[in-house]
C-alpha cells in the first residue's frame, strides 16, 4: 500500500502562489510517475502535471504551462508543485497520485494506482 498526504492548499488573491506538497510512505518503488490533478465544483477530474521519478522529465497540461512546475525530492519520497500566477479558474481541490503506467506520461486518472486526499486551493479575483 501506498499513503500519499498533500499539504500547502489555501486561499490566495489572482496572481499569487502556492507551493503544495505531496508526501508518499509505505510501499518504495523506483519505476513510476507522481501526478497532481485537480477538479473543481461540478467539472471533470483534470490532469495538470506529472514526473517521471527516475529522471525527473515532466509534463503538464497547456493551461498550467510557463505557471506551474512539479518537481520532487528524491530522499524525502516528496513531489511538490510549484503553482504561480494563480487565476481564479485554478480554483479547485488538488490531488496527487502515483502511478506505474509504462511508456508514455500517464495524464488519466484510471492510470495512476494511488490517491491522496486532496487539498483545496481557492483563487480570489
Known amino acids: 500500500q501506498v499513503q500519499l498526504v498533500e499539504s500547502g492548499g489555501g486561499l490566495v488573491q489572482a496572481g499569487g502562489s502556492l507551493r503544495l506538497s505531496c508526501a508518499a510512505s509505505?510501499?518504495?518503488?523506483?519505476?513510476?510517475?507522481m501526478g497532481w490533478f485537480r477538479q473543481a465544483p461540478g467539472n471533470e477530474r483534470e490532469f495538470v502535471a506529472a514526473?517521471?521519478?527516475?529522471?525527473?522529465?515532466?509534463y503538464y497540461t497547456d493551461s498550467v504551462k510557463g505557471r506551474f512546475t512539479i518537481s520532487r525530492d528524491y530522499a524525502k519520497n516528496t513531489v511538490f508543485l510549484q503553482m504561480n500566477s494563480l487565476k481564479p479558474a485554478d480554483t479547485a481541490v488538488y490531488s496527487c497520485?502515483?502511478?506505474?503506467?509504462?511508456?508514455?506520461?500517464?495524464?488519466?486518472?484510471?492510470?495512476?494506482?494511488?490517491w491522496g486526499q486532496g487539498t483545496q486551493v481557492t483563487v480570489s479575483s
Open positions: 497520485a502515483v502511478s506505474f503506467w509504462v511508456g508514455r506520461f500517464p495524464i488519466v486518472g484510471h492510470e495512476y494506482a494511488y
Open positions: 509505505g510501499r518504495t518503488f523506483s519505476s513510476h510517475y
Open positions: 514526473i517521471k521519478w527516475s529522471g525527473g522529465s515532466t
